[in-house]
């Protein structure tokens, strides 16, 4: 049960009549259809019944006549269950807004543990956990290649879905790559500030997590690359217990925590002089020799450019003022606010390294979507200062989009390509009979303008129906009891 999601009155077999289906794959439109649903699944999609084929008597009907359908949303870099006792409050901000599965980018071997056993928090609605990883590697589990290679051993054995890699050095990182490779699971994340991109995608990186993060991505692409490098710095986390102890995971996220909230608050001179190196020398032929490489290796990128836009602009009233922070819990906007606080301390000549960095990453998005390096979309929610879950996910669409994405690749990069990464072609990300009846009903076209996706007319979660006036209503009931986190 969901203190804020009421369970669907529209279920079972279910009719959304007239639509106009929309297929991210090909990027076709297909009008007057009849998308048919029973028991969580799509079971058939026909052409709109005529007066002499009238839907089935035991159908709920929906109208969607002069509308758009199109796969739910996925998430492809969220920590919800970081608090996964209290997810109520984000997993029903995330049906609102069509977020209907998602990576989990931040897990320990008790979540492992209750995902393998079916003991996890399912409040109706919830979203589609899709992927799972252990302990973020750092200096607790991983200072030395020795002990990056025990912890990929350890969360291959809890069953984890894949490694990531939080704060490591080049050779730890490389090390862990190699025996995650031996081992057969996929391993992603940051990567270290000493560590050549190229080297990590011929490595086998399955995935770059915020375009690096830092300028580890950008000195590949910066005529003056050896001087960049030699600015850039490793950044240290607070200081960490190397020894393990009961309790331990839980003080290493405590201590983490204050960092992630807006890791820019940390940044130093030499980090901001860095950034200014790489965006005043970057290259674009080795740009997209970099995109070039990343194509051949199939090294997937998540932008999240919402999330270091709240990061390099954390005091900007654009997210210092959000409307949408009632609907966060009232601890979680005290870190917030005292991160902004944080940020607008910073010297001024930071603040700007960080404000002009903001052009370099659109432009390096775009060169990659131009290459055809593959992407997912992600925001980094629920953790990350500014950043509101399932609406965050739209925030990127914008973002996207304003780093000059067309519709279609937005559209992808939230469906069919989440598929793809996950190594599930042909399970979701498409509306075709047997898929999952996870669908967003929107009222205009998506492939005309990507804000329409912003446009919700109701979503379909697992076969149950909430309309445009039920989302409504799970929004004001998050924000008279703001839960959200």
Known sequence: MSKYVHPSTTGGRVRLRDVTVVDPLDGSRTPGQDVIVENGRITS???????????AADAHVVEGRGRFVVPGFMDMHLHALNTPEDVDGTYALM???????????????????????????RPTGAPALKAVTGDLL?????????????????????????????ATTGAVFMAALEEANRLGIPLGGHLPGDLDPREAARGGVRSIEHLGPGVTVFAAASSREAEVRAANTVRKLPPIPQVRFPGADRLVTKLIK??????????SATEARAYELADGSYDQRKAEELAALFVEHTTWQCPTLIRVHTQQFGDSPEHTADPRRRYMAPKELRAWDRSARKFSELPGAT????????????????????????MVAGSDACGAAGV?????????FDHLAEAGLDPLTILRMTTTEPARFLGEEGAFGRIAPGMPADLVLLDRDPLEDHTALHGIAGVMRDGSWWSRADLDAILERVAAEPGAR
């Open 388 to 396: 509101v879950p399932g609406f965050g996910l739209h925030d990127e």
């Open 258 to 267: 204050g960092v992630v909230v807006n890791p820019a608050t940390r940044t």
């Open 45 to 55: 999609v026909t052409a709109t019944a005529t007066a002499t084929g009238a839907p």
């Open 95 to 121: 049906l609102a807004t069509g977020v209907v599965g998602f990576r989990q980018m931040s897990g320990n071997r008790a979540l492992l543990k209750s995902r393998r056993e079916g003991t996890l928090p």
């Open 351 to 374: 603040r700007r390294a960080l404000h002009g960095h903001w052009a370099a990453q659109l432009r390096m998005t775009r060169t990659f979507a131009d290459a055809g390096v593959p």
């Open 138 to 166: 750092t200096p607790l589990n991983a200072s030395t290649a020795e002990g990056a290679v025990r912890a990929v051993r350890e969360q291959h054995r809890d069953g984890a879905d894949f490694i990531k890699a939080g």
